[in-house]
């Protein structure tokens, strides 16, 4: 019996709304809601982040990449905040340069369950596949080397408030060194421990990027509040207490 080859995937634009918060010829930072997925693969063939592209800037067709033209980097489709994508294929080269020399920064805001201490710190394990189960990433010998800054913001009775610097960008790298740590994301059910009420997802949000204008070198530094949904969450635990000072452990 013949089998015929499957049919190549063709990207199609979707009218789906997207929140910009920078715009020029060489780069775009969209403010990527929670439960959008960025780019098609198994399971989701349409309704990404690269099918709303399509649809609003008609030249992100003439990029390479396949089913990823200018992705730069990638957030998790429950993970919600500022992500940047390359316009042209000139950008996407100097970004991805920028992102392996580690000059571009990023910093989210967690809340993770149980009190994180010390109050700052650096993760530094190395992260893979898992061995057995491998939709999963984790902590494994002979995994690529992960470091991660963090600094706790605020105690809450059963969460920490944490700001969360990568200095490596390993897939679900947060995810995976907070868990490590004891004090997985809040409502994250690949790596955490429960189901938490009230709260619709995980609670993860990329909230700051600073990264060099790839023509001109500028630098340019994005903020992102915390979306509704995550700042209601908030707003509805107990009063918070502020960890004891410490000195910011933002990386150099």
């Known amino acids: 019996m013949h089998v015929p080859a499957p049919a190549p995937s063709i990207l199609q634009p979707e009218a789906i709304p997207l929140t910009v918060v920078y715009e020029d010829d060489d780069v775009l930072v969209i403010d990527k809601p929670a439960g959008l997925v960025v780019h098609p693969a198994p399971g989701h063939?349409?309704?990404?982040?690269?099918?709303?592209?399509?649809a609003r800037w008609r030249s992100f067709k003439g990029l390479k990449g396949d089913l990823r033209p200018g992705i730069v980097h990638r957030l998790d489709k429950d993970t919600s905040g500022l992500l940047m994508v390359a316009r042209n294929d000139a950008a996407m080269l100097k970004?991805?340069?920028?992102?392996?020399?580690?000059r571009i920064k990023k910093e989210y805001m967690a809340l993770v369950e149980g009190r994180l201490e010390p109050a700052a710190g650096r993760i530094e394990a190395p992260v893979g596949r898992h061995p057995t189960q491998r939709q999963h990433m984790a902590v494994v010998r002979g995994g690529r080397e992960a470091t991660s800054?963090?600094?706790v913001e605020h105690y809450f009775s059963e969460f920490s408030l944490v700001r969360v610097q990568p200095?490596?960008?390993?897939?679900?790298?947060?995810?995976?060194h907070l868990a490590f740590t004891g004090h997985p994301v809040a409502g994250d059910q690949l790596y955490g421990h429960r189901h938490v009420p009230g709260l619709p997802r995980q609670f993860l949000h990329a909230a700051r990027l600073r990264f060099a204008q790839p023509t001109s070198g500028e630098w340019i530094e994005l903020e992102s509040p915390l979306p509704a949904d995550l700042a209601d969450f908030l707003a509805r635990l107990p009063g918070p207490s502020a960890p004891p000072p410490v000195r910011r452990s933002d990386p150099p």
């Open 45 to 54: 063939p349409g309704g990404t982040l690269v099918n709303a592209l399509l």
């Open 167 to 176: 200095v490596t960008g390993r897939t679900h790298q947060i995810r995976v």
């Open 95 to 102: 970004l991805a340069a920028q992102i392996k020399s580690r």
């Open 149 to 151: 800054h963090y600094q």
